[in-house]
Nanobody
Framework: QVQLVESGGGLVQPGGSQRLSCVAS????????MGWYRQAPGKQRELVAG???????NYVDSVKGRFTISRDNAKNTVYLQMNSLKPEATAVYYC?????????WGQGTQVTVSS
């Protein structure tokens, strides 16, 4: 069983920045593919950014150039740096861990972009 703990959410003004963190338990983090997803009220959960075990990244088009996903395998942590935030980024953000048949989600952290 892998535990994922997200942090860093909160209220931020439009145009501001925020960094989310997700710490994973266990010793296999470096071999896992990690992702950040979000779910806004009344909408389906969507992939925001992903990073493979080898460091390859991918992003949804709406955040390209503004969001950056990264990982620190020594700390079992994946990050999502969010810049130039827009109100439509308001959502619960979830961390996901995938390794072979293991697939785990964090509890989510709320990000609200509002003035």
């Amino acid at each position: 069983q892998v535990q994922l703990v997200e942090s860093g959410g909160g209220l931020v003004q439009p145009g501001g920045s925020q960094r989310l963190s997700c710490v994973a338990s266990g010793s296999a983090f470096s071999r896992a593919d990690m992702g950040w997803y979000r779910q806004a009220p009344g909408k389906q959960r969507e992939l925001v950014a992903g990073i493979s075990s080898g460091g390859t990244t991918n992003y949804v088009d709406s955040v390209k150039g503004r969001f950056t996903i990264s990982r620190d395998n020594a700390k079992n942590t994946v990050y999502l740096q969010m810049n130039s935030l827009k109100p439509e980024a308001t959502a619960v953000y979830y961390c996901r861990y995938k390794l072979l048949w293991w697939d785990y989600w964090g509890q989510g952290t709320q990000v609200t972009v509002s003035s």
